[in-house]
């Protein structure tokens, strides 16, 4: 069985996510669900979902929101570091990076949410 790993992908049309869930067509004829964890708003008006806690905050660019779709973890021990003025949305869940520290460098970071 093929697997596959997807850390960003780019939603151009948000109807093709539901419940978290975004369906991509396989080679085979087939679809699959991969489930996002986080949903970014890009100052352009695209959106893409992820699933990669530290891929999806040091992509982030200015003036975005990086919004949490479930509770999130990383176990990396690498040291997470965020030099854009961003939001992160809790939006209810918990976001946990346990490893090592979240340094944020001449940049804001708002913390939105419980």
């Not at 695209?46 to 891929?55: A, P, Q, S």
């Not at 990396?76 to 979240?102: H, K, M, P, R, V």
Request: charged letters at 20%.
């Amino acid at each position: 069985m093929a697997m596959a790993t997807v850390q960003l992908m780019e939603v151009e049309d948000e109807t093709c996510a539901h419940a978290n869930t975004v369906y991509v067509d396989n080679k085979d004829g087939t679809h699959s669900g991969l489930t996002m964890t986080m949903r970014t708003a890009h100052t352009d008006g695209t959106v893409t979902y992820g699933t990669d806690l530290f891929t999806v905050l040091t992509e982030a660019k200015n003036g975005e929101t990086v919004t949490l779709l479930a509770n999130v973890s990383s176990d990396s021990t690498a040291e997470l570091e965020i030099s854009a003025n961003i939001t992160i949305d809790l939006n209810g869940y918990t976001l946990t990076y346990s490893e090592n520290s979240i340094d944020v460098y001449y940049a804001n970071v708002a913390i939105k949410g419980e």
